[in-house]
Nanobody, 124 residues
Framework: QLKLVESGGGLVQPGRSLKLSCTVS???????IGWFRQDPGKKREGISC????????RYAESVKGRFTISKDNALGTVYLQMDSLKPEDTSVYYC??????????????????WGQGTQITVAS
């Protein structure tokens, strides 16, 4: 049974940084992993993904240059370093197991394997 658990959310001031973690268990970590965000009543946004080997990474335009995705296969964990945070980054962030990392998959992930989500609030 694949399980994904996000951690690292919280309240942060605009311009500051935060690092999210997505710990994956129940598998040999052979999936690509993506980060998404969604608020109630709003469309889900795929913001970043990383492939199994870590060499292929994709970012949405809204976070490119500010967010960095990475992974530690030994720990079974994918990270999302978020710098220069803006109030519009406020959302619930989810990680998900994907069959591949691409912009098409970020737009339409087609997966049932999601974490429970972690809230990020960017406010002064």
């Amino acid at each position: 049974q694949l399980k994904l658990v996000e951690s690292g959310g919280g309240l942060v001031q605009p311009g500051r940084s935060l690092k999210l973690s997505c710990t994956v268990s129940g598998t040999t970590f052979t999936y690509a992993i993506g980060w998404f965000r969604q608020d109630p009543g709003k469309k889900r946004e795929g913001i970043s993904c990383i492939d199994r080997g870590g060499g292929n990474r994709r970012y949405a335009e809204s976070v490119k240059g500010r967010f960095t995705i990475s992974k530690d296969n030994a720990l079974g964990t994918v990270y999302l370093q978020m710098d220069s945070l803006k109030p519009e980054d406020t959302s619930v962030y989810y990680c998900a197991a994907l069959h591949e990392c691409s912009m098409n998959v970020l737009d339409s992930p087609m997966t049932e394997d999601w974490g429970q989500g972690t809230q990020i609030t960017v406010a002064s």
